[in-house]
């Protein structure tokens, strides 16, 4: 910066960026320089306005020594995190792996959740276990003070579906779960970011936190709910979240809110042939609330999801059965909504075991707000993904997903999608999540990777079978990436905060009270059973 400096006062004209010195004790050193440059200046400016038009080019080169000076130390500060995340993908590979051989289902994830906090405490994190009242919940801290910014991280699996890493199908014998929705994914994917998060702010001796939140039993049992019903995330400045998918996107995409209850009839046991005239089957409650539930799918809002599976229906057909229970989950938009009909759902259980002669009761399971979007922090998600990029194949994953896209169901997307970000857009997700929960406590960005082959259906085998190997890894790594880009602009940019909070507070307006859609219960722990 000096030299350049003095160039301009010398008249010579070779080009800045090449005599300028790319550190911050030139820049600081150069600014002096600058600083009495301008202010013999100022002096000449009251006397002599022609020698000021004679010097404009040494402002000029001076502050474009500057920039280029910042503009270099912000491009190595970022590149320098992708080198420090591109030497532990093995590690997330790996612990990607294990997680996804535990296949461990919501609450009971004791492995996969040690696993996480084992790697945290290693590098420096401090761990607090069993938080909401859930064994496998935990929330690992780096840093300290403001801002504070939070990735979350989820690790169940879903019961009743598994399959080995294998392009054709193959279940694998004695496993009764399987990562369908790759979550063992994005616990490590949201645990290398967070990782790497503490190794900026520690080389940079940067203030602020970064806090990981081990989130058990997103699928169905509600499990970030019970931390935001904690207060659990009452300090945080903002939060941050990812999924695996079978492309990469970073959209305002918004999702249903739901709520699911287990409704659960009992009748009178007799000899189905001997004794019919005695008995109330409670099988039949089930399946006229079923009937009645199927029939009001035709007055119902446009977006309205309705669906159930009877979990226990008796066990001999000689026997009527006593007991009986059926899992539904309503979803809508609003949560208000999904209230609405609820009732009206209620109103069939209770018409049903009228009809029937049996009683009932029900267990709300679990209950979800929409996904609130937040497009300040959306259009940053998209802009840091865009600069990781897509994934690329190797030979051998070439071949793993031509062959497992023979075997998908009218795909939607192309193989080579993979390489590509989406373009942005505003849109709807028909599935729901407990990030929504998070999501109208404090503003929340995330975003989407390629994990799967493309046109893979989630909570399929074949999503299954790409979560437990490389093609999965790579779109964990480039999700990891992708959230350490957008933590170091979170923590540096203070405007980008304040814009985002201010869009949040907008939408949630002055007198919003925050109401869990499971009301007041306790964690179900024992939901999959």
């Keep these: 910066t000096l030299l350049c400096a003095l160039s301009c006062l010398s008249g ?53 020594c500057f920039s280029i000076a910042g503009a270099s130390a912000y491009a190595d500060d970022r590149a320098d995190i992708l080198e420090f995340l591109d030497s532990r993908y093995d590690q997330t590979a790996s612990i990607a792996k294990q997680i996804w051989n535990h296949a461990e289902v919501g609450y009971q994830e004791y492995q996969s959740s040690q696993l996480l906090q084992d790697t945290l405490k290693a590098e420096g994190f401090k761990v607090d276990a069993g938080v909401a009242g859930i064994p496998t919940a935990f929330v690992a ?14 690790f169940d699996a879903l019961p009743g579906i598994n399959q080995s890493a294998s392009p054709i199908r193959g279940p694998i014998e004695g496993k009764p ?116 539930a199927n029939m009001m799918r035709e007055h119902v809002p446009q977006q309205t999801r309705m669906h159930y599976v009877i979990t226990d229906g008796g066990n001999a057909p000689n026997v009527v059965p006593d007991f009986a229970e059926v899992f539904y989950y309503l979803r809508h938009p609003r949560a208000a909504t999904v209230q609405e009909l609820w009732a009206r759902l209620e109103d ?11 009683k009932v009761d029900w267990e709300i399971i679990h209950g979800n707000h929409s996904l609130v979007i937040n497009e300040t922090l959306q259009k940053m998600m998209h802009e840091k993904l865009t600069q990781v990029g897509g994934i690329t194949y190797s030979p051998e994953e070439q071949k793993f997903a031509e062959e497992l896209y023979a075997t998908l169901n009218m795909p939607n997307r192309k193989l080579g999608s993979e390489k590509d970000i989406q373009p ?91 109401e869990a859609l499971l009301g007041d219960r306790k964690p179900p722990l024992d939901y999959r059973n």
């Design 12 to 64: 010579s004209h070779f080009p800045a960026p090449s005599c300028c010195e790319d550190t911050m004790t030139a820049s600081l050193f150069g600014f002096s320089i600058y600083r009495q440059v301008t202010a013999d200046i100022s002096s000449r400016l009251r006397n002599q306005f022609r020698e000021w038009l004679m010097l404009r080019p040494i402002v000029f080169c001076l502050s474009f």
């Design 141 to 154: 801290s780096y840093g300290s003070g403001a801002p504070v910014i939070a990735i979350l991280a989820e």
């Design 177 to 292: 779960a399987g990562h369908a929705c790759g979550h063992n994914l994005f616990g490590a994917g949201s645990t290398q970011a967070a990782i790497a998060l503490a190794h900026w702010l520690k080389s940079n001796d940067k203030q602020g936190t970064v806090r990981l939140y081990g989130t058990p039993a997103e699928e169905g049992g509600s499990g970030k709910v019970y931390l935001v019903r904690e207060g659990l995330f009452k300090d945080v400045d903002i939060a941050m979240h990812w999924h695996p998918d079978g492309a990469n996107s970073a959209n305002s995409r918004t999702t249903l809110a739901n709520r699911s209850a287990k409704f659960r009839f009992r009748g009178t046991s007799a000899h189905a042939a001997g004794a019919p005239d005695k008995a109330r089957s409670a099988l039949d409650g089930v399946e006229a609330m079923n009937m009645m």
């Design 348 to 358: 069939a259980a209770r018409g049903a075991a009228l009809g029937t002669g049996t």
């Design 424 to 514: 942005y857009e505003v849109s709807l997700g028909y599935g729901s999540t407990d990030v929504g929960d998070v999501s109208i406590a404090v503003p929340t960005v995330g975003l989407r990777t390629a994990t799967y082959v493309p046109g893979t259906a989630g909570h399929s085998w074949q999503s299954t079978a790409a979560a437990g190997m490389s093609i999965g890894f790579k779109g964990a790594h480039i999700a990891a990436k992708t959230l350490a880009l957008a933590g170091i602009e979170l923590f540096e940019n203070e405007d980008l905060r304040q814009a985002a909070r201010q869009e949040f507070d907008a939408f949630r307006g002055s007198d919003f009270v925050y």
